[in-house]
């Protein structure tokens, strides 16, 4: 950490959004990452001047705006996202979110159009991925931007208290207790979905584990899920 904490969560989003661009989620200068810094203002993926598309990231391209969608720093050349709404209102809506992540996975796209619902069917092999379905992911079915507050209240009804939401023809939001955490449920989901995928293309009908199986398969926490994970994710980052 440095003696600026703004800069460090400016350098996370920052990275957050070049995950979701090394793992495939987001393409061109589609999708957004943001972050809370206080009640009414956060940090936020923004188009700016020098615009090289949401996997070459820039901290500089993170910007502070409050919950109106206004700049609240200098910010000659950059643009909010047009469907700030999703961060807004998810924001405000839920005081324990403290991230927020909307990307345009292909494999959650194509389950989502196919009405393909993510299911526990593995289980050691990512124990998150497994929670994830086991709650269950809900789905918004409008496929439209969200580009206002009432449009984001319909998606945010739709997602409830669930950690991620389908975004039918669209993408998906994800909601975390850390820019880490909300990145890394992104990039569950996409797995949940790419093997839902492809057990749906092989004609597969596979069980949900078993109750007695999942028992075993727990939370393994936030020094596993998030710290441990993120560094290899951020790691690979490198190659």
């Known amino acids: 950490m440095s003696a600026d904490p703004l800069r460090d969560l400016r350098v996370l989003v920052a990275t957050a959004c070049r995950v979701l661009g090394r793992r495939g989620l987001v393409d061109g200068v589609l999708g957004h990452v943001s972050a809370r810094v206080t009640e009414d203002r956060f940090l936020v993926r923004c188009r700016g001047p020098h615009e090289r598309g949401v996997a070459r990231t820039e901290p500089e391209d993170i910007r502070l705006v409050d919950l109106d969608g206004n700049h609240v720093e200098p910010s000659e050349g950059w643009h909010v996202p047009k469907e700030l709404a999703i961060h807004t209102s998810v924001l ?8 927020v992540v909307h990307a345009h996975p292909r ?43 009432e449009l984001g209240a ?12 389908i975004l039918r023809g669209h993408g998906i939001t994800v ?21 839902t995928l492809a057990l749906a293309r092989l004609g597969a ?7 007695e199986d999942q028992a075993e398969l727990p939370d393994l926490g936030a020094a596993f899920n998030d710290q441990l994970r993120w560094q290899a994710v951020v790691s690979e980052l490198d190659a």
Do not use: K, W
């Open 205 to 211: 009908d596979v069980p949900d584990v078993a109750l």
């Open 154 to 165: 319909e998606m945010v009804a739709a997602m409830g208290d669930r950690p991620a939401c």
């Open 175 to 195: 909601a975390g207790t850390s820019v880490e955490a909300a990145t890394l449920t992104a990039v569950d989901l996409d797995e949940l979905c790419a093997v």
């Open 107 to 149: 494999n959650v796209l194509l389950c989502g159009l196919a009405g393909l619902a993510p299911r526990p069917v593995f289980g050691a092999y990512n124990i998150p991925a497994l929670h994830l379905a086991i709650g269950g992911v809900p789905v918004y079915q409008r496929p439209i931007l969200i580009t206002r507050a």
């Open 92 to 99: 405000t809506a839920r005081p324990d979110v403290a991230a």
